[in-house]
């Protein structure tokens, strides 16, 4: 097995510490503990949880807790993974063969089809295209209806996705999912953004893809929508069967999640608690939307505003002289002069576009977007 590198992960991993501004990360700012003792998390109570292995396909507690978020799941139906990157790893290596066909969905975070090329699999990229306002974007259904056959064994999506935030409709998730069934293909669907759409009501979600075929799975995690990527907890939700195998494959990567996340875990997807946390992270990503939105109307041009719909991140085209910049040059030039990291589109699957973060505090944000201009002053391609 041979794995390409990870771009997008690696140039976050070297960069996204030594730089002032990270514009990188594609959730919000991260609460501390003591922000969630704040909102009445039992802090002093972590002082007595033993440091040892927990039950390694996660506590029957937490899984019953998770359960509960998806109509006919069962704690059988639910494995607790360090993250939702291995929980889409260990389900890539329960399901993918060399000389398989994958069909994913892009731009999206690529890991699912790196891992699976890895694998020695054929994966077929289907396009979101954009669409003729600021705010779509659209599924080629031609493409993804041609490349969907019997020799497809997986389909992957991120849903809401990473990074166009482009939400399908219930109705467009029932015809992915129907085109997989008919050739027997799983579905794959990443949807740790489910939680935060911007306009959405309180208590209200982003449709999912659970319960919408025999082999579907769904993963999430408490990285992006809660604000609380360090607790490394993730979690997939899939057929009995299928989780069985896949709890058997994370033996041989981290073997358990981690005694601490547990209860950190269980108190963040607590229905109440969840709502508050998400509400949190869309306040957050609204207040810099409506900065973004003003800061690229004074661009001249270079930079093309697209209103993302989901996810604490905007991904817009930059332009040269009317055609597609050299969006990774860019970013590297801006790193390495303005100390700003961003993400070049092609890390995500789309070359000629940036991905901007949009859960910073407002004050961080304003002040990386006053290096990028500066930085696109200098010329976008010098």
């Given amino acids: 097995m041979e794995m390409e590198t990870f771009d997008l992960e690696r140039q976050q991993s070297l960069w996204e510490h030594r730089v002032d501004v990270n514009m990188s990360e594609s959730g919000v700012e991260p609460l501390t503990l003591n922000g969630l003792a704040a909102l009445g998390f039992d802090l002093e109570g972590l002082h007595s949880v033993p440091l040892e292995y927990i039950q390694s396909n996660g506590t029957p507690e937490l899984r019953a807790q998770l359960a509960a978020h998806y109509e006919g799941a069962t704690i059988e139906h639910l494995l607790a993974t360090t993250g939702s990157s291995e929980a889409n790893y260990v389900a890539v290596q329960v399901l993918v063969r060399p000389g398989d066909e994958v069909m994913a969905i892009v731009p999206n975070y690529l890991q699912v089809g790196l891992a699976a090329r890895g694998l020695g699999a054929v994966v077929h990229d289907v396009p979101l295209l954009p669409g003729a306002d600021e ?57 740790v953004y489910r939680g935060a759409v911007h306009d959405l009501l309180p208590g209200e979600e982003a449709p999912g893809m659970w319960g919408r075929g025999e082999r579907v799975v769904a993963v999430s995690s408490l990285s992006k929508s809660y604000g609380l990527p360090g607790a490394r907890l993730g979690w997939m939700v899939g057929p009995p069967g299928f989780i069985e195998r896949c709890w058997s494959r994370r033996d041989f990567t ?129």
């Avoid at 409709?169 to 015809?175: I, N």
């Avoid at 969840?274 to 939307?289: D, H, K």
């Avoid at 940036?354 to 002053?377: C, D, N, T």
């Fill in 135 to 191: 705010s779509t974007w659209s599924l080629d259904w031609e493409a993804f209806e041609a490349a969907v056959s019997e020799r497809t064994k997986l389909v992957y999506l991120s849903h809401p996705n990473n990074p166009t935030g482009h939400v399908f409709t219930p109705s467009e998730l029932d015809r992915i999912a129907a085109a997989a069934e008919r050739v027997g293909a799983w579905v794959l669907s990443d949807e």
């Fill in 254 to 382: 981290t073997i358990a999640p981690a005694a601490l996340s547990d209860p950190i875990a269980r108190f963040a997807t607590e229905p109440s608690n969840q709502e508050r946390l998400f509400e949190r992270a869309r306040r957050m990503m609204r207040v810099n939307r409506e900065t973004f939105r003003d800061w690229t109307g004074e661009q001249n041009g270079v930079i093309a505003y697209r209103e993302p719909r989901a996810g604490a991140y905007a991904f817009v085209p930059m332009l040269e002289n009317g055609r597609q910049a050299d969006c990774a040059a860019f970013a590297e030039r801006l790193r390495r002069n303005r100390s700003v990291l961003l993400v070049a589109g092609r890390w995500a699957g789309m070359p000629g576009y940036l991905r901007f973060g949009l859960g910073l505090e407002p004050e961080a944000f304003a002040e990386g977007l006053r290096r990028v201009e500066l930085e696109i002053g200098e010329g976008v391609a010098s």
